[in-house]
Nanobody, 116 residues
């Protein structure tokens, strides 16, 4: 059974930092396109950052220079390092693993709240 378990969310003040973790089991995440998505209330999930098996990374414009996606293949874990957080980053963050067009796994999500 495939599981993606996110952790690291919580409440942080504007300008602060958080690191989200996505621990995979049942798959070797190194072979998957891994991504972090976020969902605002009433909106669809949108890609925030992605990393390919080759290590290529992409980011949505609003987080470039502030967020960094990384992976530790030995731990089968993907991270999202978030710096200089602001209120607009408040959302539920989801981990995703994709392979081709038919393999698509999601975590349960973790809440990130940026507030003073």
């Amino acid at each position: 059974q495939v599981q993606l378990v996110e952790s690291g969310g919580g409440l942080v003040q504007p300008g602060g930092s958080l690191t989200l973790s996505c621990a995979a089991s049942g798959i070797s995440s190194r072979f998957y396109n891994m991504g972090w998505y976020r969902q605002f209330p009433g909106k669809q999930r949108d890609l925030v950052a992605g990393i390919t098996p080759d290590g290529l990374k992409n980011y949505v414009d609003s987080v470039k220079g502030r967020f960094t996606i990384s992976r530790d293949n030995a731990k089968n874990t993907v991270y999202l390092h978030m710096n200089t957080l602001n209120n607009a980053d408040t959302a539920v963050y989801y981990c995703n693993a994709k392979m081709g067009s038919s393999v698509d796994f999601w975590g349960q999500g973790t809440q990130v709240t940026v507030s003073s």
